[in-house]
């Protein structure tokens, strides 16, 4: 398996403008979950999903932020506007009903200038 | 992606040392814990679980101890090796469902 798959690895954008970002979990898996990653706050649980639906949105950080599963093999993570206290490293992961351990992909990098 | 923390705890130990990094948790109610290890550049990686049912574990060349009764982890790496350099996290499972909440990490370094 190729593990879980994000893109882009890096983005570079201006205050202001959209981002999204993309998750492939592991084929079979049926939780997926959005960290973010700083300096300041570490790894933060942004959402996460179950069978593609929402289960605890809690540490969205606000209304500019939004996350979908339309099916099992993708996930988007979107910022609009983007700040630039946005910035950091977005990981994805993901796993199956029944264990604890989260597979992560390798994150996206985000700098909003 | 990279590993970001360049205020983290930091264990600096020699090669072939044993290190030893400790973590305190939250939620008395979390029953499962998990030890990450995230190279730069790469997403945390599982290492090691253990369950509030238990007081120890042991896989190759890790052991991770759980103290419930002050909400404590250990994670003990034998004989230590330069590949072992990396962030180290403890993870807290909560009760009930699968939220996976992550302590501030320990940067470990590896003296040749």
């Known amino acids: 398996d190729a593990g879980v798959i994000q893109s882009p690895r890096h983005e570079v954008t201006e205050m202001g403008q959209e981002v999204t970002l993309r998750c492939k979990p592991i084929?079979?898996?049926?939780?997926l979950f959005w960290y973010r990653q700083t300096m300041m706050r570490g790894l933060e649980l942004l959402i996460y999903f179950n069978n593609n639906v929402p289960i605890d949105d809690s540490g969205m950080p606000e209304d500019r932020f939004s996350a979908k599963m339309p099916n099992a093999s993708f996930s988007t993570l979107k910022i609009q506007p983007s700040e630039p206290r946005d910035s950091a490293v977005y990981f994805c992961?993901?796993?199956?009903?029944?264990?604890?351990?989260?597979?992560f992909g390798e994150g996206s990098r985000l700098t909003v200038l | 992606g990279e590993s970001v923390g360049l205020h983290l705890p930091t264990l600096s130990v020699q090669e072939g040392d044993n290190s030893i990094i400790n973590c305190a948790y939250s939620n008395s109610a979390s029953d499962y814990f998990i030890w990450y290890k995230q190279e730069s550049g790469k997403g945390p990686q599982f290492i090691i679980d253990i369950r509030s049912n238990m007081d120890k574990r042991q896989g190759q060349r890790v052991t991770v101890l759980l103290n419930k009764t002050v909400k404590h982890l250990s994670l003990q790496i034998a004989a230590t090796q330069p590949g072992d350099s990396a962030v180290y996290f403890c993870?807290?499972?909560?009760?009930?469902?699968?939220?996976?909440?992550f302590g501030a990490g320990t940067r470990l370094f590896v003296k040749a």
């Open positions: 993870a807290e499972i909560h009760t009930g469902g699968f939220k996976t909440i």
């Open positions: 084929s079979g898996h049926d939780y």
């Open positions: 992961a993901s796993n199956s009903a029944g264990t604890g351990e989260l597979f």
